[in-house]
């Protein structure tokens, strides 16, 4: 990702923090505190991460670590975002916990950390002027996982041309099963989003 891409990336979230506050759902880009707990509820189900590492891409706050440190208590967690001042919230709210690490970073160019679970949610969504770049990411991401890597993508957006992008869920889908042949397609839990499951 270059550097003009993360510029308007940030411009994004300062221009939502100083709308919606700090900490709030709004703030990370997305409608309503529950249309980021539909996304999550897709997300843990991709696998037993008891006694697993969970590797999650953009994390925002760290929200995710709650949500899955109910269901799977015994994970092992770290999280990655370029965004301090959501880091800082992140820290501040799960960085006591057991097994809990956030990192400061691009995910699309740092070197990760090989993962049982690599999660993305909502962080590929972003406009970026390379072409392919979603693809590119899927693979970056999905190697760095040992067990399986989940994401979700807005398959519509309400402002065509604006900083988010919406991508046609056959398109993903067959990259993926260029990666591997166990693959799988969730639709319908949210409008104008779509997850994917992809097992090594």
Request: proline share 3%; with cysteine; hydrophobic share 40%.
């Amino acid at each position: 990702m270059n550097v003009i891409d993360n510029v308007l990336i940030h411009r994004f979230h300062e221009a939502r923090i100083h709308d919606f506050g700090e900490g709030t759902a709004q703030a990370l880009g997305w409608k309503n505190f529950h249309s980021q707990q539909a996304r999550f509820a897709m997300l843990q189900g991709i696998g037993d991460m008891n006694n697993c590492s969970v590797l999650d891409v953009g994390c925002g706050h760290g929200d995710l670590r709650a949500y899955l440190g109910s269901q799977y208590p015994q994970l092992r967690y770290m999280g990655i975002d370029q965004m301090e001042e959501f880091l800082d919230i992140a820290i501040e709210r799960y960085g006591h916990l057991p097994e809990t690490a956030f990192f400061l970073g691009d995910c699309y160019t740092a070197e990760l950390p090989h993962m049982d679970y690599v999660l993305a949610c909502g962080s590929l969504s972003y406009y970026n002027s390379e072409p392919d770049f979603i693809f590119r990411v899927i693979t970056k991401l999905f190697i760095t996982c040992r067990i399986a890597f989940g994401f979700n993508l807005l398959s519509r957006v309400e402002a065509p041309g604006g900083i988010l992008m919406a991508y046609n869920p056959l398109s993903i889908i067959n990259h993926c099963s260029t990666l591997t042949s166990n693959v799988v397609l969730h639709e319908g839990y949210f409008d104008g989003d779509f997850t994917v499951w992809m097992y090594k």
